[in-house]
């Protein structure tokens, strides 16, 4: 039976640690601000920005929500991207995506300035986070697999890495963030021979496939490190959702793994937390 | 006995294509032309420009030389930089590395207009080749090492590619375009446990690590293709240079290999010609 490694945990340590660094900022007269741009209602947004408002609140930091209507044209939008980034006040942007399809979203996200570019939505963010710059921002997701492994305190220096999935949202800039901690990276998907082989020969292995519960007993060893970043539809329980990996069935072979949900998902607020943090400190001179 | 894995057939092939594609090109009035940015006079950059000046004249494009004194001052170069950058008969640019001390290399690297940057100098080219944007240029070393793989039918979907090296030159960038052939993709380095055995597992190993030899007979195995991308000096032969492999350990045992000197390096300006030519289409609207 393996440990479960609960996101909880880190993000209870997380907003502890983050807590007191708003207390210090505030101390200087400076409030952390998240700006937060949304264009329609749709669910799945509206959920996730509960939790990060959520999670400001419990560090003290500030928010502000940018709402606009789904229809909105290009130019109009590209005008209230380009202010909120102006906006002297705000230290970190959450925009929501996918953006209707009336507007230019390559363009739009590109006008986030990089220094407060907290999810990684620009060219400039995922060029520093290809060339191990450590001002840019990676995605919230995989610096939330990260800080897991971290906590846990999960060696990687030297250790078997396995990434499955090659998105530009976790696989990856999750695999940039191994190799900086010194991992053997190997991406693999779904075009990989003998996949479950791969995934199985890993220390740690990170699925981000995106397919509910694709990971099976014979992906995974005993001992095994396993982070699962799928949140699916569970296709045996309407309305609930699921990893990418077969709990049931991995859980009983490896040695620690993160429930979904419960797991990595349970981080992101605070990552994004800690990211506007960090802008902020690197705004006003405070880093 | 391995097969060799000769790099000058390859530019054979691609210089003949190229000769046909500038043909192409010079029969709308336009030529393409390479701009070579040189900051004194080093023998290993003279060595370079003398390559690819040659596979210039050999496929009929065009080039300039646009020198200057290695003391020249950072404000001085960055107005050269900016200008050969401007100038619109130039459709890619060279520029040799490392700039000399008093120089901010960082900063006039980005002077390259990213659509000229047929050597991936600049954070935007390495940015698209991260995001798989086919409109940047990835360095000439890794794109060399695709078209051997190319040329030589060497399949790549779904097998297991491992590269040894993890630099923002080599490693990094080919391991990207390995991903974009589908390949399973394994970077290592000086910190992964049991390199030797990790390497071994490639069907097809890229060895870009800067270590003269390094690669002995237990990095590898048979059938195996072998992808040397070093140029380092021979320690057991004073003035002559060997590659990352030692090739005459790992040559008997191997499927294919590609020899230093007349591997990798014979297929790098070819490249860069290649680029440059696609930089000179993109920009007249001929791609």
Redesign the interface.
Known sequence: MAERLAGKAVADAMKEELSQKVAAIKAKGITPKLGIIRVGARPDDLFYEGGAKKTCDSVGMAYQVFEYPADIDQAAFEQAVTAVGANKEINGILMFAPLPKQLDEKKIRNLIPVEKDVDCMT??S???????DPTGFPPCTPTACMDILKFYNIPL????AVVLG?S?VVG?PV?MLL?RE?A??????S???NLPA?CAEADVLIAAVGRAKMVKANYVKPGQIVIDVGINEDPANPGKYCGDVDYAEVEPIVGKITPVPGGVGSVTTVVLCKQTIQACEMQNGLA
Do not use: E, N, S
């Open positions: 060219i400039g995922a060029a520093k986070v290809y060339t191990d220096k030297g250790k078997k090659r530009q990856k695999a190799l010194h053997t990276v190997t991406i693999c998907h075009r990989t021979d791969v």
